[in-house]
């Protein structure tokens, strides 16, 4: 979502086990596929991480269950938060984080010049040992960021995210697991797939989406994006950001988001539990704050998913 980038943006200003060797280092690095049956994540993005932990536990106790991915928006040129990735993992779940490149060149990355970065991140997220999900330039096919549609040529994008990967694994981070974030398909975002780098270099597929309006449904939200992504991938898909606001009718959309997840056999959602006051697109999304729309997130939690174990 927009704010949120205009946030990290001003940031950035101030399960079978392999073993991979470090081609620098010489430490063996341990890279575990994270499992991929549906139903299995709950994820939260909450206002506090990577510098505060307790707006999870605050989530956590309102939705009954440990969520077991925990997210944070990185603004470029910030490196890899590695005490609060040892944090989350402490709490049994997997870190996401979703790199902005809001002050970078697209196609500076794309050619190299910020490598010295990419590498000592990469090496801070080999070093960890543990998984952890990447995303680079999240809702690239939507217009609202600078590295997306009608401001980056698609191919640039592309190159940029292809080069990441492959210096990833020459760094030998084996432990990425690479989440491609899509704005779900909405009058006047791109083409999904002239951005799609090739199954090579994702892992997973996520999808943003969230529930604005009464009249909002799964399917009217993320059915048609599902349906086209499927066209061209068998990737697993994470709903990676995702809430309904109080003006949808939050308790309701709560149980029909939870039931279109096991319904289009996504791998799970990642909620955005932050408050927002600026309209109908940026809402309280809190579920802390309504006894009812807690209750029905914790039912929906208890009867709609089964959570998987952070390797």
Same mark, same amino acid.
């Given at each position: 979502?927009?704010l949120?980038a205009v946030t990290?943006a001003?940031?950035a200003?101030?399960?079978?086990?392999?073993?991979?060797?470090?081609?620098?280092?010489?430490?063996?690095?341990? %890279? @575990?596929?994270?499992? &991929?049956?549906?139903?299995?994540?709950?994820?939260?993005?909450?206002?506090?991480p *990577?510098?505060?932990? =307790?707006?999870?536990?605050?989530?956590?106790k309102?939705?009954?269950?440990?969520?077991?991915?925990?997210g944070?928006?990185?603004?470029?040129?910030?490196p890899?938060?590695r005490?609060?990735?040892?944090r989350?993992?402490?709490?049994?779940?997997?870190?996401?984080?979703?790199?902005?490149?809001?002050y970078?060149?697209v196609?500076g990355?794309?050619?190299g010049v910020?490598?010295?970065?990419?590498r000592?991140?990469?090496?801070?997220?080999r070093?960890?040992?543990h998984?952890?999900?990447?995303?680079?330039g999240?809702?690239?096919?939507?217009p609202?960021?600078?590295?997306?549609?009608?401001?980056?040529?698609a191919?640039?994008?592309?190159?940029?995210w292809?080069?990441i990967?492959?210096?990833?694994?020459?760094? %030998? @981070?084996?432990?990425? &697991?690479?989440?491609?974030?899509?704005?779900?398909d909405?009058?006047g975002?791109g *083409?999904?797939?002239? =951005?799609?780098?090739?199954?090579?270099?994702?892992?997973?597929?996520?999808?943003?989406?969230?529930?604005?309006?009464?009249?909002?449904?799964?399917?009217?939200?993320?059915?048609?994006?599902?349906?086209?992504?499927?066209e061209?991938?068998?990737?697993p898909?994470?709903?990676?950001?995702?809430?309904?606001?109080?003006?949808?009718?939050q308790?309701?959309?709560?149980?029909?988001?939870?039931?279109?997840?096991r319904?289009?056999t996504?791998?799970?959602?990642?909620?955005?539990?932050?408050?927002?006051?600026?309209?109908?697109?940026?809402?309280?999304?809190?579920i802390?704050?309504?006894?009812?729309?807690?209750?029905?997130?914790?039912?929906?939690?208890?009867?709609?998913?089964?959570?998987?174990?952070?390797?």
């Amino acid at each position: 979502m927009l704010l949120v980038a205009v946030t990290i943006a001003a940031a950035a200003i101030a399960f079978v086990t392999t073993r991979v060797a470090s081609p620098t280092s010489g430490h063996v690095v341990a %890279g @575990a596929p994270l499992p &991929t049956s549906s139903a299995s994540y709950l994820g939260v993005y909450e206002p506090g991480p *990577p510098h505060a932990y =307790w707006p999870v536990v605050d989530f956590a106790k309102a939705a009954g269950r440990q969520p077991n991915i925990v997210g944070y928006f990185s603004g470029w040129a910030q490196p890899f938060a590695r005490s609060f990735a040892e944090r989350v993992r402490s709490h049994g779940a997997v870190t996401i984080v979703q790199i902005d490149p809001t002050y970078a060149s697209v196609h500076g990355i794309a050619a190299g010049v910020y490598d010295h970065y990419l590498r000592s991140y990469a090496d801070s997220v080999r070093d960890f040992g543990h998984p952890v999900v990447i995303g680079f330039g999240h809702e690239m096919n939507a217009p609202w960021y600078s590295w997306g549609y009608g401001h980056v040529q698609a191919s640039t994008f592309v190159a940029a995210w292809r080069h990441i990967v492959t210096l990833f694994r020459r760094q %030998g @981070a084996a432990n990425v &697991t690479w989440l491609w974030t899509l704005q779900a398909d909405t009058p006047g975002t791109g *083409p999904l797939r002239s =951005w799609w780098p090739g199954a090579e270099y994702v892992t997973w597929v996520g999808i943003d989406g969230y529930y604005y309006r009464p009249s909002d449904t799964f399917a009217g939200v993320f059915g048609r994006t599902i349906a086209q992504v499927r066209e061209f991938t068998k990737k697993p898909v994470l709903l990676s950001e995702t809430a309904a606001g109080p003006r949808a009718g939050q308790v309701a959309k709560i149980n029909d988001l939870f039931t279109g997840m096991r319904q289009y056999t996504t791998l799970g959602l990642v909620w955005f539990d932050m408050a927002q006051h600026q309209g109908i697109y940026h809402q309280d999304w809190r579920i802390e704050d309504n006894p009812e729309a807690e209750a029905a997130f914790r039912q929906s939690v208890r009867d709609k998913l089964t959570l998987a174990r952070a390797p």
